[in-house]
Structure formats: structure tokens, C-alpha cells
């Protein structure tokens, strides 16, 4: 009831501006669909300018760049992966659950929830940009990074207590709890830096291989390209746009490597250094 009465100011007002609005009347689920988070989209996560950035290259995604942009930064990622290789409190849950089902709702109808909430929730036929989920779902994700920076505080700080006890065994048991995160963490930093390290320099091999996917998600739905649905794509156009792509990537995994530096620190037990690293 007290939630209610609080939502109230904001509640109250937008019933009656849509008693006004052309969205008073049932929507259509196209009409509600649109900006929905394109699965591309879902690389930016890594690489915010993969598909363009309107500072050097223009975007070439569908929709637009602001709505589909799914950068959270790079080193936030890295501690995200760690809490979940890692964590195995209740809170890793209350984040994950929320938060992916944030991931689906801004999906839209690329995903099964917005659908059958059109269907049978009210309320769900009057706004449309599904890809806004992300703001809220961005929430968990810096909770989720919180809590990889808190592993790391915490191994580094039980791996300098026990070393001073002369505990062997159980630093090494420690030690091995960030195995799995740092073979992650590796796979996100170097793949990202050989394929932006390739892009960069024009290996001919890569570069038909960007051609290709290049020209394949321009092939996707071109209706939703609202940035060249009068443009012509030219042969520079996808040399620039190779380039602007093999750099992201090369930062990308420069900052994931910044994270799998400060979980090599944390198994050698220098807290201040894993600080460090992270900032």
C-alpha cells in the first residue's frame, strides 16, 4: 500500500496525460516491439563501438546507437565473470535472477517475455522501447562487478593471513578457487586483442571475414536501420569501420586484462596492488 501511494505522484499524472495521448487505444506489438535489444547488440557488451560510434565511424546497427548499446565497461565484465566463478552466497542469485530477466524483457521480441506480457499483463501495450530494460538491468550487473571486486579483496586478504601462518595447503586451495575465472578472464582478454590486433592491421584473411559479417547484419531487417535506410555502403566505409572495430576490441581486452591482473595479485595476497590494478 505505501508503494502504491508513493508511485502515486508519478502514476497519477501519466493516467491522465495518456487520457490525452494517442496511446490510450490498443497498440499494436509491432508498434510496441520496436527498439527491441538486437542480439548484435549484444557484442557492444565487450566492444561499445563495434557497430559504429557516430564519432569516428557513423553507427551502422539498427535502431540507434543510444538505445542499443549494451557497454557496462570491460573491466567491469572481467569482475563480473569472477563473481560468478566464484561466489557462492545468495546474493549471486538475487543479482543473476533479476538481472537476466531484465536481459530478456529488453530483448523484446527477440526474446519470450514481451510477447506473453503484451498478451496478459495490462499496462504492457503502451510503451515500446524494450532495449530501456538495460538501464535497470545495469543496476545488478555493477552489483555482480561489486561482488568480483570483493572476491579478489577477499582471497588476497586470506591468502596474506594464511601465509603468515605458514599454511601452505590451504593458500594453494584458495589459489585454485580463481583457476576457472582466470582461464575466463584469458579467453575475454586475448580474443578480443588477436581479433582487434588483426582487424587493425589488415590481415587478409580477417578482413573477408569482416566483409562478410559486415555485410551480413546489414542484410537483418534493413527497415530498422534508420541511419542508412537512404545510405549507400561503400568499400572505405567498411575499411573505416574495420578499423574503428579492431581498435574497441584491442581496448577491450587491455581492460579485461586489467582484471585478470588484479586476480593474479589477489593469489599472491597484495591487496593494495589489486586496488591498483582495478583503477
Not at 491522465?16 to 494517442?22: H, K, P, T, V
Not at 566464484?86 to 533479476?98: D, G, N
Not at 584473411?205 to 547484419?217: A, E, H, K, L, Y
Amino acid at each position: 500500500l505505501l508503494g502504491v501511494l508513493l508511485s502515486g505522484i508519478q502514476m497519477l499524472p501519466a493516467l491522465e496525460l495518456l487520457s490525452m495521448s494517442s496511446r490510450r487505444d490498443h497498440l499494436s506489438f509491432e508498434w510496441v516491439s520496436q527498439y527491441s535489444l538486437v542480439p548484435e547488440s549484444l557484442f557492444t557488451i565487450l566492444a561499445p563501438d563495434l557497430l559504429g560510434s557516430d564519432v569516428g565511424v557513423t553507427y551502422w546497427g539498427r535502431w540507434n546507437l543510444w538505445e542499443m548499446s549494451c557497454y557496462m565497461g570491460a573491466v567491469g565484465f572481467g569482475l563480473m565473470l569472477l563473481s560468478l566463478a566464484t561466489s557462492r552466497r545468495k546474493l549471486l542469485w538475487a543479482a543473476c535472477i533479476p538481472g537476466g530477466i531484465l536481459l530478456l524483457f529488453a530483448l523484446g521480441d527477440h526474446g519470450p517475455l514481451l510477447r506473453f506480457c503484451y498478451t496478459f499483463l495490462p499496462g504492457f501495450d503502451l510503451f515500446r522501447v524494450p532495449a530501456r530494460f538495460l538501464a535497470p538491468a545495469s543496476l545488478f550487473a555493477a552489483l555482480l562487478a561489486g561482488m568480483g571486486v570483493d572476491a579478489l579483496l577477499e582471497t588476497s586478504a586470506r591468502v596474506q593471513s594464511l601465509d603468515k601462518m605458514w599454511q601452505e595447503d590451504e593458500i594453494d586451495q584458495t589459489r585454485r578457487r580463481l583457476l576457472l575465472p582466470m582461464i575466463l578472464l584469458i579467453a575475454f582478454a586475448v580474443g578480443p586483442l588477436a581479433i582487434g590486433g588483426s582487424l587493425l592491421v589488415g590481415l587478409s584473411g580477417m578482413t573477408d571475414s569482416w566483409v562478410r559479417f559486415m555485410n551480413w547484419i546489414l542484410s537483418i531487417a534493413p527497415n530498422e536501420r534508420l541511419y542508412f535506410l537512404n545510405k549507400t555502403i561503400t568499400t572505405d566505409f567498411i575499411l573505416e569501420a574495420m578499423r574503428e572495430a579492431g581498435f574497441t576490441l584491442l581496448l577491450s581486452g587491455l581492460f579485461v586484462g586489467a582484471a585478470l591482473l588484479a586476480t593474479l595479485l589477489a593469489r599472491q595476497g597484495s591487496k593494495a596492488m589489486v586496488i591498483t590494478a582495478l583503477l
